[in-house]
């Protein structure tokens, strides 16, 4: 069984930052790529950014050069640096482990930007 926990989530003011982190446990092998996704209200989950085992990252445009994506392999653990905040990344933000085995999902983080 694999455990998903996330944490880092909370309100924001525009042009602020927060890091979002995501740690698995359990018993399995590496996961091969790790993700972030978003929804907001009223939209489709959309991916944010992911890494793949190797360290190739790939990112949404809307977030290029402001967020940042990073895996710690011996914790298990994914981040995401998210600066220069804006109101339409506002939504609820959920990371996502690949195994071989299959897909786990965290239960999710809100993060809020507003002034």
């Known amino acids: 069984q694999v455990q998903i926990v996330e944490s880092g989530g909370g309100l924001v003011q525009p042009g602020g930052s927060l890091r979002l982190s995501c740690a698995a446990s359990?018993?399995?092998?590496?996961?091969?790529?790790m993700g972030w996704y978003r929804q907001a209200p009223g939209k489709q989950r959309e991916l944010v950014a992911q890494?793949?085992?190797?360290?190739?990252?790939n990112y949404a445009d809307s977030v290029k050069g402001r967020f940042t994506i990073s895996r710690d392999n011996a914790k298990n653990t994914v981040y995401l640096q998210m600066n220069s905040l804006k109101p339409e990344d506002t939504a609820v933000y959920s990371c996502?482990?690949?195994?071989?085995?299959?897909?786990?999902w965290g239960q999710g983080t809100q993060v809020t930007v507003s002034s």
């Open positions: 996502r482990f690949s195994f071989a085995r299959g897909d786990y």
């Open positions: 359990g018993s399995f092998i590496n996961p091969y790529l």
């Open positions: 890494i793949f085992s190797g360290g190739i990252t």
